[in-house]
Structure formats: C-alpha cells, structure tokens
C-alpha cells in the first residue's frame, strides 16, 4: 500500500478497523499503510488519549490494540479543530440565505455539526460564533416554489414563465425567462436570465417574481454569454444589454478614501489628480445603478463622464432642490 502521509487518514483508517472489531497489531498496520510502526503506536496512543480520549485498549499478552465500549467521537474529528472552527464560523453566513428555503437547511446543518462536538468545545464554538454578526437591512422573503424551480431550472435549461411585480411602476408583468444565473448581491438575491419579451439579458430581484411555472422548453445560452463576463461590467450585479459606457467619477479629497475603497466592478482603475482627488474610472452598461449610487454618496462625488449620466444626476439633484425647498409643518 502507498505511503499515508496524513495522520488523520491514518487516524480514520485505525479507527474504522477497530470498528469492526479488528484487533490491530502495530507492525502489521505500518505495513499496510506504508509507514514505520513507532508512528501507528503514536497514532493509537493519539486515538486514546488526545483530543478524542476514545476506548482503544492495549493487550500486552498478545500485543493488540482493540475498542472496548463505545466509541462515538471520532466522526467529528473528520476534520481539524481548525478547520471545524472556521466551517462552523463560515455558517453564521448563512444569514444572506434568509429569506430563501435554503436558509431553514443551512441552519439545521450548523445544529448537526454542533451535535457531533464535544461539550466543551460545542460551548466554545458556540460562544464565539455569538461574538460574529452578518447584519444588513431586513430582507424581503422569497417564495420557496420560486427558489426551488430556478435552481432546478439553472441545472436543466428549461425556459420559466414568471410572474413578476416591476420595480418602478409596480405593475405585475408575465416573463418568459432562461435563467442564466443566482447572484447575491448585498444579502439580496437576484436572477440573471435572458427575457424572451425585452430580447436581451434582464435582472430579477426575487422577491418580486410573484410566480413561477416551468414551460418543458429547454434553451441554449444565447452570444456564448458567460456569467463571470457578464458581471465583470455590472454595477450591483445589474447590467444593461445596451452600449457599454466608460464611466469617470472624482471625489472630492475630503472623501478620498471612499473614491478607494468603493468596488464597482472588476475594470475599475484608480488614479489621484494634482489636488489629491480621487478618480475612479470603469466601464458598464449599468448607468441607472451608477447614477442611484452616485445620489447616495450626497454630494462627495462629481461624474465627469458620460455626459448622459452628468446630466440625469444634475436633473435628479435638481428636483430633490425642488421638493425640499421649503420646510413642511407636519399636523399634530
């Protein structure tokens, strides 16, 4: 047998055979896992006094190890204390999934792992994981029919028909979609699909999609579209299937840092000017995202380019001017 250079391979192997009431001689173990006997005498001693303390005995007369009782730990240890803790701490994540069905299962998963640690260390995995907080604003939920019929819709490339509340106007809407991808964006979950009445590549904020049935057409990804292309240009994981545009943004160098720090997609190139302003250029077709992003920032970032843009944040800017020009006396 090759060499087993790991000692949990090892470690699970031994304890596999004891299992099933094997009773392991050292040199015949070393044999068969390709290594020296003193390092399967150090892994049975490790079994039964380190951090897993399990029933193994040790017949001297015959010179057998064997489990005596029970031994239900070791599953645990498939992995590392390490590792464990950061899977364990990686699951306090799940809180972007709220609002989905997967949410229910991932919560019931960190509750299994939990349930396989010993007391002492379930209690420190679980006093340090309350110490860790994925917050954000509350999430609309997202109907469990609809995320189910998407996802298997994604692996089988069958055309949904979808009905779906439209953001600005409010108007129900029915689609025709291939969906092309799940994106999360800021703990909210979008659809990425081709729609069959606008003839180009939408997003779909799920929440909205008040419906859903599957149609039995399957489809083909339409211009060789790549997912990972697509939200290279995005903005927000929305992008538009017209004309990509060279965005240049500058921030005042009071906010500099904020000009830094801001992800807007992956062409975006940073540069600081004479006065130590910050200059943020990247290219997408998303200008409606840009824009509501720029209107949020209040005033600490100039748009420089496209001209389009310049203009309807200027229009917007205007009439919020209007709108709040005067004080309101609210009635009592």
């Given at each position: 047998?090759?060499?087993?250079?790991?000692?949990?391979?090892?470690?699970?192997?031994?304890?596999?055979?004891?299992?099933?009431?094997?009773?392991?001689?050292?040199?015949?173990?070393a044999e068969?896992?390709?290594?020296?006997?003193?390092?399967?005498?150090?892994?049975?001693?490790?079994?039964?006094?380190?951090?897993?303390?399990?029933?193994?005995?040790?017949?001297?007369?015959?010179?057998?190890?064997?489990?005596?009782?029970?031994?239900?730990?070791l599953p645990?240890?498939?992995?590392?204390?390490?590792?464990?803790?950061?899977?364990?701490?990686?699951?306090?994540?799940?809180?972007?999934?709220?609002?989905?069905?997967?949410?229910?299962?991932?919560?019931?998963?960190?509750?299994?792992?939990?349930?396989?640690?010993m007391p002492?260390?379930?209690?420190?995995?679980?006093?340090?994981?309350?110490?860790?907080?994925?917050?954000?604003?509350?999430?609309?939920?997202?109907?469990?029919?609809?995320?189910?019929?998407?996802?298997?819709?994604?692996?089988?490339?069958?055309?949904?028909?979808?009905?779906?509340?439209?953001?600005?106007?409010?108007?129900?809407?029915?689609?025709?979609?291939?969906?092309?991808?799940?994106?999360?964006?800021?703990?909210?979950?979008?659809?990425?699909?081709?729609?069959?009445?606008?003839?180009?590549?939408?997003?779909?904020?799920?929440?909205?999609?008040?419906?859903?049935?599957?149609?039995?057409?399957?489809?083909?990804?339409?211009?060789?579209?790549?997912?990972?292309?697509?939200?290279?240009?995005?903005?927000?994981?929305?992008?538009?299937?017209?004309?990509?545009?060279?965005?240049?943004?500058?921030?005042?160098?009071?906010?500099?840092?904020?000009?830094?720090?801001?992800?807007?997609?992956?062409?975006?190139?940073?540069?600081?000017?004479?006065?130590?302003?910050?200059?943020?250029?990247?290219?997408?077709?998303?200008?409606?995202?840009?824009?509501?992003?720029?209107?949020?920032?209040?005033?600490?970032?100039?748009?420089?380019?496209?001209?389009?843009?310049?203009?309807?944040?200027?229009?917007?800017?205007?009439?919020?001017?209007?709108?709040?020009?005067?004080?309101?006396?609210?009635?009592?």
């Open positions: 047998m090759r060499k087993m250079t790991s000692q949990m391979q090892r470690i699970l192997t031994l304890d596999r055979w004891l299992r099933q009431g094997r009773r392991v001689v050292a040199k015949d173990a068969e896992l390709g290594v020296d006997e003193r390092t399967i005498r150090r892994d049975l001693k490790e079994i039964m006094e380190g951090e897993w303390k399990l029933p193994i005995r040790y017949d001297r007369s015959q010179r057998v190890w064997f489990y005596d009782g029970d031994s239900t730990a645990a240890t498939i992995i590392s204390s390490a590792d464990r803790l950061a899977l364990l701490l990686s699951l306090q994540s799940v809180e972007q999934y709220r609002g989905t069905p997967l949410y229910g299962q991932l919560k019931a998963l960190y509750a299994r792992l939990l349930e396989l640690l002492e260390s379930r209690t420190s995995y679980e006093t340090l994981a309350a110490k860790i907080r994925f917050e954000g604003p509350p999430l609309s939920p997202i109907a469990s029919d609809v995320w189910n019929t998407l996802l298997n819709s994604l692996e089988t490339k069958e055309t949904v028909k979808i009905t779906y509340k439209t953001g600005r106007s409010g108007e129900t809407r029915k689609r025709s979609v291939d969906p092309y991808g799940l994106v999360c964006r800021h703990r909210d979950w979008y659809l990425i699909g081709w729609d069959h009445y606008r003839r180009g590549v939408r997003t779909f904020f799920l929440p909205r999609i008040a419906a859903i049935e599957y149609t039995e057409k399957t489809f083909r990804l339409r211009g060789g579209f790549v997912l990972d292309k697509y939200l290279s240009t995005a903005v927000d994981s929305h992008q538009s299937t017209g004309p990509i545009h060279h965005v240049v943004l500058r921030f005042n160098k009071e906010s500099a840092n904020l000009g830094e720090e801001f992800e807007w997609n992956a062409t975006q190139r940073i540069s600081h000017d004479a006065e130590g302003r910050v200059v943020v250029e990247f290219d997408t077709g998303a200008l409606y995202a840009v824009e509501r992003q720029i209107l949020g920032f209040g005033g600490k970032a100039e748009v420089l380019s496209p001209g389009e843009l310049r203009c309807s944040v200027r229009a917007i800017a205007a009439k919020l001017c209007d709108i709040h020009l005067y004080p309101v006396m609210l009635p009592r």
